[in-house]
Each structure stands twice: as structure tokens, then as C-alpha cells.
């Protein structure tokens, strides 16, 4: 399996991060993706990819909920790094309508089509963040996918139409802990419906883990969970879910496949 989506550089890592991937790779983890949140975290990301970099894959972006004021600085520290560096996506980026809490809705879209535009011109897909503003971010992401940007649809929560929507631009959506969660209804209206061709798997730890570890830290080893849910939900082998996510994730991402894709299972 791949996690698409970790935040395994943050502080609550600091103390036990080579114990957390030792159960990423004992629960089946092949590589882990790193996105980046704001400029405060890219050294501790790159000092993270630096202790297991064939294990570790980073993104560089700006996440919509750490926008300032001085938003256009920060735009050009997190230009820099993704001119001076390798990376397999332009992430954590994106919209995040929920309570604006965050900036206002029209800085947040500025922000996030300038980012948008790097992707095109460094040909990486993207990873965004939608929370409350999924068909705005179809809205927007559309006249990009024209131009033959990818990406996924990170933490979808979304309904069948809006997934049917994103997987029409040539996105996929990123399914993590949250459908394992009993009021969310995303495994039995959209999983159910669409199957696993655009679909791949995350677990945005240490946020949102899934049952039966629900209300700790989410690390990636749990990542196994959503996988035996979304096998049970489709009543296909768990080996058929590793596969096809790894596939996609291979696929959206240019990154080296697993030993095991491409074999029969």
C-alpha cells in the first residue's frame, strides 16, 4: 500500500518516528507521501524525507489554513523550494471554507490558482484540500485540467456527483480514515458506485484515524484499516484494494512502482 498523505514531520512525531515507520512497513506501507503545510515546515520535512528518503516522497505547497497577510512572501518562500528541489506534487494546497477561519475566500483562491499554475509549468499533479468548498475547487481546478493538470481530491467527503465530477477532470479522490467513520455515508454512496479506478488511499495523520483507533494519533501503519474496510464494502480481496490504490497512486504521482504491481494477485 501506498499512504498518499501524511504529515509525518510534525511534532507529534518527533519522539517515535522511526518506531511509526517501522509499522508502516511491518502493516504492508510501501512509501509514504510528505505534503508540506506552509514554510514553517518545509525544513523538518526535508529533514524527515532526509532519514528515509527511499521510503518518503515530499510535495511543497501552501495549505489554504496557513495563509497570512502577507500571503505573497510566503507564496515566494514556497516558489523558491519548489524550483530548488525534486518533488512528486504541488501540496497541501487548496480551499478551506469551513467558518472562514482561514483568509478570505478570494485570497485563498488567488493563492491557490498561483500555485495551480506552478504545477502546470513543473508538469507535478497536485493535492488539495476542500474542506466546505469541493465544487468551488471543481469550478476552479476544471479550466487547469483543460490544460492537462492532475491531482487529487484529498480527504474526499464529497457525494457521487461531485467524485463522478472530479473523475471526468482526470482526478482522483483521496479516501482515508473518515469512511470507516459510522455518520459518513462516503463508503456505501460513492465507493459502492465507482469502485477503486480513481480512487487512493491516505491517512492525513496524526489527524482523522479510522476505526477502531478513532480519537488517537493516525499514523500509517493504520492505513491498513481503511484498506480491510473498503474490501469488506466491495467484497473483493484486500490484496485487490493494495493493488489498484498503489496503481493510481504510482500512476498520478511518477513515483517507482511497488515490487508487487503489475503481478497478478
Same mark, same amino acid.
Given at each position: ?26 502493516? +504492508? ?7 508540506? #503545510? ?11 524525507? $532526509? ?42 494546497? +487548496? ?30 499533479? =497536485? ?14 481546478? $476544471? ?14 467527503? +464529497? ?19 473518515? #469512511? ?6 462516503? +463508503? ?37 484499516? =481503511?484498506?480491510?474496510?473498503? $474490501? ?5 480481496? #484486500? ?15 511518477? #513515483? ?10
Amino acid at each position: 500500500m501506498i499512504d498518499t498523505h501524511a504529515h509525518l514531520f510534525l511534532p507529534e512525531f518527533a519522539n517515535d518516528l522511526d518506531e511509526v515507520v517501522q509499522r508502516a512497513k511491518q502493516a +504492508g506501507i510501501t512509501k509514504i507521501l510528505l505534503p508540506n #503545510i506552509d514554510e514553517t515546515t518545509v525544513a523538518p520535512l526535508h529533514q524527515t524525507v $532526509s532519514l528515509y528518503p527511499e521510503f518518503f516522497y515530499p510535495m511543497m505547497g501552501l495549505h489554504p489554513l496557513s495563509i497570512k497577510d502577507n500571503w505573497r512572501g510566503q507564496l515566494t518562500i514556497i516558489k523558491t523550494y519548489l524550483d530548488e528541489k525534486q518533488y512528486v506534487a504541488v501540496g497541501e494546497i +487548496g480551499l478551506d471554507f469551513y467558518r472562514d477561519y482561514g483568509m478570505p475566500r478570494s485570497i485563498q483562491e488567488q493563492v491557490l490558482e498561483t500555485q495551480l499554475e506552478w504545477a502546470l509549468e513543473k508538469g507535478l499533479p =497536485v493535492s488539495l484540500h476542500t474542506r466546505n468548498a469541493i465544487d468551488r475547487t471543481i469550478e476552479i481546478v $476544471s479550466e487547469y485540467a483543460k490544460k492537462g493538470l492532475k491531482g487529487v481530491f484529498h480527504c474526499f467527503t +464529497g457525494t457521487y456527483d461531485q467524485a463522478q465530477k472530479i473523475l471526468d477532470l482526470g482526478f482522483y479522490i483521496g479516501v482515508g480514515g473518515v #469512511i470507516t467513520f459510522s455518520k459518513v455515508k462516503l +463508503g456505501e454512496e460513492v465507493i459502492k458506485k465507482i469502485g477503486l479506478n480513481g480512487v487512493i488511499l491516505e491517512t492525513d495523520a496524526p489527524y482523522l484515524a479510522p476505526q477502531p483507533r478513532r480519537g488517537r494519533r493516525n499514523e500509517s501503519a493504520y492505513l491498513k484499516y =481503511v484498506a480491510e474496510f473498503i $474490501s469488506k464494502l466491495l467484497n473483493i480481496p #484486500i490484496e485487490k484494494v493494495d493493488k489498484t490504490t498503489s496503481e493510481n497512486a504510482v500512476n498520478l504521482f511518477a #513515483i517507482p512502482p511497488t515490487d508487487d504491481i503489475g503481478q497478478d494477485t
